[in-house]
């Protein structure tokens, strides 16, 4: 019997795409959007609310939606991914308002003495101040740079993953990254 060569699929845009509308009538179409899509969909969330439950809470109503909402997806007119996100932020918003989320934890109450990699009461407030200040002049960039920041470092998404959430060439996600980095740059005054 002859060797067939089997080659991996690429799951790109397209793939997720019909993955999405299988989805409909499949529950194992389903189940790969859900583990594909719950860690980015989860981490997003989790930066947004810095909040576990709350996170958690959030992404069950985002995959109730998506999968109450499934049949009305439409691949032409954007990514999978996007539709899924906006449905995350719109979970968020309906849920709690535009409200910025913080947590405000003290020092004191963080802070372990014991801990081999604990930062003094000092190095926590200096440190503090230093998010405080890169939060504030990420807030000053477009919204696109500030998402493209966001799924890079916190979402840890690939160019070409970012790039098919917000329907852009990866070589163009590239550069909007390098973009928002030199602006930042000169906001934060390190030029």
Known sequence: MAKIASFPIKKDTDYWGRVAQAAVTDEGAFTELYEHFFPRVYKFLLKRTLD?????????????????????????????STWLFRIAQNAMNKRYGSREFTTETAWDEAFDPAGPDSETPEQQVLSDERNEA??????????????????????????????????????????????????????????
């Open 52 to 80: 576990s439950t709350l996170a958690d809470e959030l992404v069950s109503d985002t995959f109730l939606r998506c999968f109450q909402h499934l049949k009305d997806y439409d691949p032409e007119r954007g990514a999978f």
């Open 134 to 191: 890169l939060r504030r002049a990420i807030k000053q960039l477009p919204e696109r740079q500030q998402k493209i920041l966001e799924m890079t470092y916190w979402l840890e998404m690939k160019s070409n993953e970012i790039g098919e959430a917000l329907g852009m060439a990866p070589s163009s996600v590239r550069v909007a990254l390098k973009q928002a980095r030199d602006s930042l740059r000169k906001i934060l005054g390190e030029e």
